[in-house]
């Protein structure tokens, strides 16, 4: 059976607050699932669930089809990355890591390669407690990846890393997702997850907002815009509104039409005379996909909260 995640009616409060409020979605293997949301939505403590560090007050949630406290080996499983700086400062990171394998009836060789996959081989020998924010980040993954799981997740995993390790981290991400494994991430920065991200759970005040796949998400967000680049913007605008689009100028040259496919636009400015330069789909970024997305989320709890 292929590895998943599978989270079905979870909900958790803490006092007052209601941190995860009834949520249900499935990680799938082979993709990087992206989990967004502004912070407090209930990323972490979803985690932490899945993770069987907090119980949650109804619902459950599953590793391969199983709570991770019934899990014979977790270790070999599920991997995470879930606070960095929790390694003891005082602890050198190959000790750490040595002890982790022993302690879980994994082979001593897996302390050096993974060492190796996130480049701290060198560094092994110091101690934890000096290490950068990006270090610690790195020896939190390779303790994520010493049983070699089929089931990863990190908790916000570019905190902390420089450039070079955010460039180092993505592709990991998708060489992890390519072998078939579940690769699941959080962020609170949709930014953070373009050209990373292959499918988004995105929640917001602890409720599900959307399960897509990033292609779908993009496409829905950008409509069937078409933007046009014409010397005579104005008449090609008049047309444009004419033929029912819903029309609006970008700059002195260049127009923007929705309502109306890109075919029958380029139809009509040919039919009509009105030369044009270029003609593209608008593909919407995926922080405007996003924005569109919460800015719904944050009418809808306004209405409902209004209608009480
Ligand atoms: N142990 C706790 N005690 C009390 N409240 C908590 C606890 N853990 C989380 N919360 C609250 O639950 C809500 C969800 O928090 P959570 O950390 O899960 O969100 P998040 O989406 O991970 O946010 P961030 O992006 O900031 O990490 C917040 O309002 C938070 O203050």
Known sequence: MPPTIEVSGVRKHFRSTVAVDGLTFTVRPGEVTGFVGPNGAGKSTTMRIILGL??????????????YRSLRTPLLQVGALLDAAAVHPGRKARDHLLWLAHSNGIPRRRVGEVLDQVGLA?????????????MQQRLGIAAALLGDPPVLMFDEPV????????VW???????????GRVVFVSSHLMSELQDTADHLIVIGRGR????????????AASKDRVDVR???????????ANAGGTVAAIDAEVLTVEGVTGE????LLTEAGLPFSELRSH?????????????DAVEFSVTEEEGR
């Open 54 to 67: 907090d119980a949650p007050d109804e619902g459950e949630a599953l590793i391969d089809g199983q709570p």
């Open 122 to 134: 060198s560094a092994a020998g110091r101690r934890a407690g000096g290490y950068s924010l990006g």
């Open 159 to 166: 905190n902390g890393l420089d450039p070079d390790g955010i």
């Open 169 to 179: 981290i993505r592709g990991l991400m998708r060489s992890l997702a390519a072998e």
């Open 208 to 219: 599900l907002i959307a399960d897509t796949s990033v292609s779908k998400l993009i496409a």
């Open 230 to 240: 014409t010397s005579r913007r104005a008449d090609a605008m008049a047309l444009l």
């Open 264 to 267: 029958r636009t380029a139809a």
């Open 283 to 295: 593909r919407a970024s995926l922080e405007e996909a996003y924005m569109e997305l919460t800015r």
